[in-house]
C-alpha cells in the first residue's frame, strides 16, 4: 500500500511542479503554502540543506515529501500532540540550473492510514 501512494505522490509531484505558481527567489528564503514552510539558506545556485516546517494541529502524524529536479525524499514520519511544529531537514549539497523548481509538500495523518495535504511551498532557482 505504501509503494501505491508513493508511486502515485510522485506522479503529482511532477504535475506539480508543472502547474503550482511560480515563487520567484535566489536559493535563500523562506516560501510558504498553508501550513507549511520550506525555508534554504543558501544563497546562487547552491542548496547545502533544507529545512521543511509544518504547523501542527491536533493530534495526528505528520510528514514532508521534498523534490525537484532529479530528486525525491520522504522525510520522517513524526506523531505530533497538540499544536507544535514538525520539523526535518535535507541535505542536499547540490548545485542547480537557472530555473529549477523545489517543493516540499506537507501531510497530516487521518489516522486510519489516509493522509491529506497541509501545504505545498515552492520556489524558482535564479542566479541573480
Given at each position: 500500500m505504501?509503494r501505491?501512494?508513493?508511486?502515485?505522490?510522485?506522479?503529482?509531484?511532477?504535475a506539480?511542479?508543472l502547474?503550482?505558481?511560480?515563487?520567484?527567489?535566489?536559493?535563500?528564503g523562506t516560501f510558504?503554502s498553508r501550513?507549511v514552510?520550506l525555508?534554504s539558506?543558501d544563497d546562487?545556485r547552491?542548496?547545502?540543506?533544507?529545512?521543511?516546517?509544518?504547523?501542527t494541529?491536533g493530534?495526528?502524524t505528520?510528514h514532508?515529501?521534498?523534490?525537484?529536479?532529479?530528486f525525491?525524499?520522504?522525510?520522517k514520519?513524526?506523531?505530533?500532540?497538540?499544536?507544535r511544529?514538525y520539523?526535518?531537514y535535507?541535505?542536499?549539497?547540490?548545485?542547480f540550473?537557472?530555473?529549477?523548481?523545489?517543493?516540499?509538500?506537507g501531510?497530516k495523518?487521518?489516522?486510519r492510514?489516509?493522509?491529506?495535504?497541509?501545504?505545498?511551498p515552492?520556489?524558482?532557482?535564479?542566479?541573480?
Open positions: 505504501k501505491i501512494f508513493h508511486a502515485l505522490l510522485a506522479v503529482i509531484a511532477a506539480v511542479l502547474t503550482v505558481p511560480n515563487s520567484t527567489a535566489w536559493a535563500s510558504n501550513w514552510n525555508v539558506r546562487g547552491y542548496i547545502g540543506t533544507l529545512e521543511v516546517q509544518i504547523t494541529y493530534n495526528a505528520y514532508a515529501d521534498l523534490f525537484g529536479p532529479g525525491s525524499y520522504h522525510l514520519d513524526e506523531y505530533v500532540t497538540g499544536n511544529r520539523i526535518d535535507k541535505t542536499l549539497n547540490h548545485v540550473n537557472e530555473g529549477d523548481r523545489i517543493c516540499a509538500q501531510w495523518g487521518d489516522g492510514g489516509g493522509y491529506s495535504s497541509v501545504g505545498l515552492c520556489f524558482t532557482i535564479h542566479a541573480s
